[in-house]
Structure formats: structure tokens, C-alpha cells
T-cell receptor
Framework: DAGVIQSPRHEVTEMGQEVTLRCKPISGHNSLFWYRQTMMRGLELLIYFNNNVPIDDSGMPEDRFSAKMPNASFSTLKIQPSEPRDSAVYFC?????????????FGPGTRLTVT | RKEVEQDPGPFNVPEGATVAFNCTYSNSASQSFFWYRQDCRKEPKLLMSVYSSGNEDGRFTAQLNRASQYISLLIRDSKLSDSATYLCVVNHNTNAGKSTFGDGTTLTVKP
């Protein structure tokens, strides 16, 4: 089975540029999560969706960040304009609520560097 | 106070040692609990779920104490390959399934 797919795996961009991160969840999963991880702040939940609907975006740092899930098999996280402090690893995770299971499965992450 | 707190670590142990990690959570309504493992520069991966009755998977044992609101992970006969960061995860089913991750405890197993 294909796991969670993220692209790109690495992104280096200059301050002020727009960055778009992509995620394809595991087929059949109905929840999708975006996380950011840094050494200083650990793993932070940015936003999550249930059945393509954003449920909790309280972790989104500011208006420069936006996330969409137009269908069950695709989501994007956009940063516009990007800043050096956005440099981090961004993980996407998905979850299927079969049998009341709440385990999340993570993608390999996108390592973002903003110079 | 953080919603999920873990032993600060790091833990440095010799091969073959037994090591235990604890994790406390503040939300008494929490209902699902997990341990994840994260290797350096990799994504977190599910290690095991934690059930009320406690559960074991090979050298790993997880336990839940709802009264004291903590979960634990015991690793017996540790291997070099067990070196990783272990993340405690608590799920709040009442909030449409939002999960909260601890900051992780780093384990280094040395020869």
C-alpha cells in the first residue's frame, strides 16, 4: 500500500517567495493533518481536516499560511510570503476512523529552507 | 503546563539495558493513547497503541494509568537500533479526534 505522499521533499526558496507544499493521504483515510517540526518547538499541529472540511486551524501561525483540501486525495499548504523563520520540516499525516482507531500515518515530510 | 509532558531525557543506556519512559497528560477526557518512534531526519512512525489493560509487543510494554493520567513505555533488552526519539501521543476524541504530541524523549543505546 502506498503511504502518505508529500512533495516536494526538499524546498529551498528566498524570503518573500510563495511556497506550496502538497500531500496525498492514504486512500480511504478521511482525516488529514499538517504539522511543522523544528528543534526549538518540536512537532506543532497547524491544521487538520475531517472529510475535507477544516476542523481546527488554531495552530496556523498567521495569515501568511493557508491550507486547502479540495478533495479526499489531495491537500496543499501554502506560505505567502515566506520568511526565514518558516524554515522547518512540514509533515502531512492521515488517519482512517475505522473501528474507532485514531492512529495517524505520516508522510516523509518536506524540508523547507527559506533564505 | 503542557497538555502532554514527557521525561526530558536524553537517556543513554548500554545494550541490553531496560529503560522506561513516562508521559503525563492533563486532559482527563483523553481516550486514545499511542507511542510513536521518530528516527533522526525521518517522520514519526507508530510504535504501539496503549490500552487500558496494558499491552506488550515483543520487548516493548506500554501501560496506561487513567487515575494518575500517565502512560509508560518499557523497553527490555535494548538494542542499538532502538536509538530514536519516542513521542507520547494523546487523542481527545471529544474534539473530533485531535491528537496532541509530547516533545519526545531521546534514547541512545550504546555498545
Amino acid at each position: 500500500d502506498a503511504g502518505v505522499i508529500q512533495s516536494p521533499r526538499h524546498e529551498v526558496t528566498e524570503m518573500g517567495q510563495e511556497v506550496t507544499l502538497r500531500c496525498k493521504p492514504i486512500s480511504g483515510h478521511n482525516s488529514l493533518f499538517w504539522y511543522r517540526q523544528t528543534m526549538m518547538r518540536g512537532l506543532e499541529l497547524l491544521i487538520y481536516f475531517n472529510n475535507n472540511v477544516p476542523i481546527d486551524d488554531s495552530g496556523m501561525p498567521e495569515d501568511r499560511f493557508s491550507a486547502k483540501m479540495p478533495n479526499a486525495s489531495f491537500s496543499t499548504l501554502k506560505i505567502q510570503p515566506s520568511e526565514p523563520r518558516d524554515s522547518a520540516v512540514y509533515f502531512c499525516a492521515s488517519r482512517g476512523l475505522t473501528s474507532g482507531s485514531y492512529e495517524q500515518y505520516f508522510g516523509p515530510g518536506t524540508r523547507l529552507t527559506v533564505t | 503546563r503542557k497538555e502532554v509532558e514527557q521525561d526530558p531525557g536524553p537517556f543513554n543506556v548500554p545494550e541490553g539495558a531496560t529503560v522506561a519512559f513516562n508521559c503525563t497528560y492533563s486532559n482527563s477526557a483523553s481516550q486514545s493513547f499511542f507511542w510513536y518512534r521518530q528516527d533522526c531526519r525521518k517522520e514519526p512512525k507508530l510504535l504501539m497503541s496503549v490500552y487500558s489493560s496494558g499491552n506488550e509487543d515483543g520487548r516493548f510494554t506500554a501501560q496506561l494509568n487513567r487515575a494518575s493520567q500517565y502512560i509508560s513505555l518499557l523497553i527490555r533488552d535494548s538494542k542499538l537500533s532502538d536509538s530514536a526519539t519516542y513521542l507520547c501521543v494523546v487523542n481527545h476524541n471529544t474534539n473530533a479526534g485531535k491528537s496532541t504530541f509530547g516533545d519526545g524523549t531521546t534514547l541512545t543505546v550504546k555498545p
